[in-house]
């Protein structure tokens, strides 16, 4: 019998490398002051992540009725429209 057929089967997976998301939707920033910075340590601070070390990504679920420029690490299509239709910027951390 072949040895590929007498080893049991082990594949390469990638889930240990993929990268795990927070994620916040638009709706909850609109906790922040107008004009303000948002960064992901003012998010762990007001409790919308639990980590300020994993990366943070922006949904577009909600409304946003404020201009802020916000900081993360991936934003959706729909977020970057919200946030950029009220008069705010996004910056994409690294």
């Known amino acids: ?3 590929q057929r007498r080893m ?3 594949g390469f997976n990638n889930t240990r490398f993929a990268r795990r998301f927070q994620i ?6 609109g906790r ?3 004009d303000s910075v948002v960064t992901p340590d003012m998010m762990k601070e007001a409790g919308l992540i639990s980590s300020r070390f994993r990366p943070v990504k922006i949904l577009g679920k909600g409304e946003l009725k404020k201009t802020l420029t916000v900081c993360a690490h991936s934003f959706s299509s729909t977020a970057t429209e919200m946030i950029k ?8 951390l690294p």
Do not use: Q, R
């Not at 916040?24 to 920033?29: A, D, G, H, S």
């Not at 239709?85 to 994409?92: D, L, N, Q, R």
């Open 1 to 3: 019998m072949p040895i």
């Open 85 to 92: 239709s009220t008069g705010g910027t996004v910056e994409v």
């Open 8 to 10: 049991s089967h082990k």
């Open 24 to 29: 916040v939707n638009v709706e909850k920033l």
């Open 32 to 34: 922040f002051a107008s």
